[in-house]
């Protein structure tokens, strides 16, 4: 079990920006700090641009910032997004043609497992995680 | 986050394997109630057979059982055993070139989050699970 590259990328992004505040971060920064590939990032960026969380300008001296208040951004709530679904197995799909579902107990014990994984990560705010990174507190 | 379609499938197997007692189930017969191909289901009954928890019968009145008592075989262990391994991101990797590794409050809290979807499964057992399941009680 495992989140995407995607999404363990777009938190890396995250966490440099909570100490950032009003300064743009540059992909290129971000690449060469984490030693990961520019064209992986261009798709956080334009993902995270659309989120309501980051603002990206464009150009020469462009960058990304947080436009919103760390503190109030669960680790849940950004995993949830980045991720899109938290489908652990058929059952909790759309094309759902288990027959057992409704009566299962692993369906139960399943979703049981994923609400307390979610409520595990709702204890942490980017600000949290971020004062928990000494790296990355300038 | 999703288990694969094999865990998904390898669980399904076990589930009906809990209420059989020595009677043989046939991969004809769970591709049938599931309706889902027999393909998947040869991998599936291969690595079932040498997780020591299911004994495989060859031959046209072949078929598998459960060796183990189910209700010692937890629902953790088994999804550690189908999935491999539970490397949420890259720092729980062999692999890990994360500089932020071991001084991350990202890292810890996805640890965390893990550690609780496996407190939470290791509360049922294939019994158990069995039991909450009604159409698999004969």
Known sequence: ??????????????????????????IAEVAEFFGISEAHLMKVTHTLGKSGWVETVRGRNGGMRLIVDPESLRLDQIIAYLEGDFALAECF??????????????????????SAFNAALSQHTLASLHRKTPMLRA
């Open 1 to 26: 079990m495992r989140l995407t590259v995607f999404t363990d990328y777009s938190l890396r992004v995250l966490l440099m920006l909570a100490g950032r505040g009003d300064d743009l971060l540059t």
């Open 93 to 114: 799909t759309p094309a759902n043609q288990c027959r057992l579902s409704g009566a299962c107990g692993l369906e139960r014990a399943l979703a049981q497992a994923g």
